[in-house]
Each structure stands twice: as C-alpha cells, then as structure tokens.
C-alpha cells in the first residue's frame, strides 16, 4: 500500500474513532448500551477483515495471472516482429543473388553468342586473306610451270591454317570457359561473404527493435499504472470528503 492510500485510511480511522469518543463518553464502561455497542462492534469487525482477507486475495491473484497475459503478449509480438523480419530478409537476399546470376548469364550469352563471328571475322578471315594474297602473287608468277607447286604448296598451308584456327579456337574457348568459373567462384565467394554480413547485421537489428520493445512496454505500463493512481488517489479524496460530510451530519444531528 502507497504512503498516500495509509495516509487517507489512517484519517476515516481517526474520525471515526474521534466520533465514538465524543458519542460514548459519558457511557459507562459496565452499562448495557457499552456492552450491546462491543457486541456489535466485534461482529462489524470479524465480518469486515473476513471480506478484506478474501477481496485482497482474489484482487492479487487476478492482478497477477493478468502480469502473465501481458507477458505472453509482449511474446508474441516480439515472435512476430522477428519472423516478419526474417522473411523480409531473406527475399532481399534472393532477390540479390538472383540480380547477379542473372547479370552473368546475360554477359556469358552474350559472349557465346559473338564468338564465332568474333573469331570467324578477326581471326580467319584475316589469315584466309593473307593465303588467297600470297597464293595469288604465287601463281600470277609461275602459273604455268609450278601450277602443281603452288596447289600442294597452298593446300599445305590451308591444313596448317586450320589447324592453327581450331587450335586457337579450342584455347580461346577454354580460357573463356575458365574465366566463367573463376567469375562464378569470385561471386558465389562475394555473396557467401554478404550473406554473413546480412544475417549478423540483421540480427542486431532483431536486437535492438527487442531493446525498443521493452522500452516502450515499460513505458506504456507505466503511464497506465500513472493514470490508475491518479484515478485512485482523486476517488479516495473523494470518499474522504464524503466520509467526513457524513460524520459531520451525524454530530449536527444528535439533539434532534
């Protein structure tokens, strides 16, 4: 009990004391009307501390399995809170890693899709115009008498050409397909690194919006715990006034 609520009790009991006083003061500690009051007085009192003994336990139990409920609700909005926050997350990062891969297979099939032109257009066509060249100036001066010469001569260096190109080719497809590993392994290593970054940062984050909620749980009991004392406190100055309004009627009334 507060120091005000001892405070107002302490007051009714003195008033009510100080109005027995005055009433029975001249009655005699041995007169019926003495012993009729004592009588009347003990019953009032087993009757009032019996219901207070019951009102105040079953006051404290409620006060108490509602403390639970206010528990397990503060809970479940923590629960909520972290599971919304987990989903939310965790599609970001989906939506990153899916940003990425798509990123890299549209450059992969870009690149696949110019290679052939790419080598085709840079690499033979270069070295078949520097056969068809050479072949010609070959055979504009001994067409007729290394005819034979200079067909063997240049179907030697069109094998050779395209064993160059494929090899060329077989290399320059390997080193790319390399590099498409090593682009893979660079940003699946890039994304596991980010994704340890998210899950700590996120964390914390669940941490500190916990912190957050029991400040403001602790501030919104307090304010209402604030708001019933001030219900309270205003009801029982209430009641004292009237308590004393009543026992003032009472005195004025006894010589009537």
Same mark, same amino acid.
């Given at each position: 009990?507060?120091?005000?609520?001892?405070?107002?009790?302490?007051?009714?009991?003195?008033?009510?004391?100080?109005?027995?006083?005055?009433?029975?003061?001249?009655?005699?500690?041995?007169?019926?009307?003495? +012993?009729? &009051?004592?009588?009347? #007085?003990?019953?009032?009192?087993?009757? *009032?501390?019996?219901?207070? %003994? $019951?009102?105040?336990? !079953?006051?404290?139990?409620?006060?108490?399995?509602?403390?639970?409920?206010?528990?397990?609700?503060?809970?479940?909005?923590?629960?909520?809170?972290?599971?919304?926050?987990?989903?939310?997350?965790?599609?970001?990062?989906?939506?990153?890693?899916?940003?990425?891969?798509?990123?890299?297979?549209?450059?992969?099939?870009?690149?696949?899709?110019?290679?052939?032109? +790419?080598? &085709?257009?840079?690499? #033979?066509?270069?070295?078949?115009?520097? *056969?068809?060249?050479?072949? %010609? $100036?070959?055979?504009? !001066?001994?067409?007729?008498?290394?005819?034979?010469?200079?067909?063997?001569?240049?179907?030697?260096?069109?094998?050779?050409?395209?064993?160059?190109?494929?090899?060329?080719?077989?290399?320059?497809?390997?080193?790319?397909?390399?590099?498409?590993?090593?682009?893979?392994?660079?940003?699946?290593?890039?994304?596991?690194?980010?994704e340890q970054v998210s899950r700590y940062n996120l964390e914390r984050q669940i941490t500190f919006k916990l912190n957050d909620l029991r400040d403001a749980l602790t501030s919104i009991v307090n304010g209402?715990?604030?708001?019933?004392?001030?219900?309270?406190?205003?009801?029982?100055?209430?009641?004292?006034?009237?308590?004393?309004?009543?026992?003032?009627?009472?005195?004025?009334?006894?010589?009537?």
């Amino acid at each position: 009990m507060s120091w005000k609520k001892k405070l107002v009790a302490g007051t009714v009991a003195v008033g009510l004391i100080s109005g027995v006083g005055l009433t029975f003061a001249s009655a005699s500690e041995d007169s019926p009307l003495r +012993q009729w &009051y004592n009588g009347l #007085f003990g019953n009032t009192q087993q009757s *009032i501390l019996a219901d207070n %003994d $019951a009102n105040a336990t !079953a006051a404290f139990e409620n006060w108490a399995a509602n403390t639970e409920q206010l528990k397990a609700g503060a809970g479940l909005k923590i629960n909520e809170t972290m599971s919304a926050e987990l989903t939310r997350a965790g599609a970001e990062i989906m939506s990153v890693k899916e940003s990425h891969l798509a990123s890299l297979d549209e450059d992969k099939l870009e690149l696949l899709e110019n290679m052939n032109y +790419q080598v &085709y257009q840079h690499i #033979f066509l270069e070295g078949y115009f520097v *056969i068809q060249n050479q072949g %010609d $100036a070959a055979l504009g !001066a001994v067409r007729e008498s290394f005819r034979d010469y200079t067909s063997e001569t240049g179907q030697a260096a069109v094998n050779e050409m395209t064993q160059e190109l494929t090899s060329a080719k077989n290399s320059a497809v390997s080193e790319l397909e390399s590099a498409i590993e090593q682009a893979k392994s660079e940003l699946s290593a890039q994304l596991a690194m980010e994704e340890q970054v998210s899950r700590y940062n996120l964390e914390r984050q669940i941490t500190f919006k916990l912190n957050d909620l029991r400040d403001a749980l602790t501030s919104i009991v307090n304010g209402l715990v604030r708001e019933q004392q001030n219900i309270i406190t205003a009801k029982a100055l209430e009641l004292e006034e009237d308590a004393k309004a009543s026992l003032d009627e009472v005195m004025n009334s006894i010589n009537d």
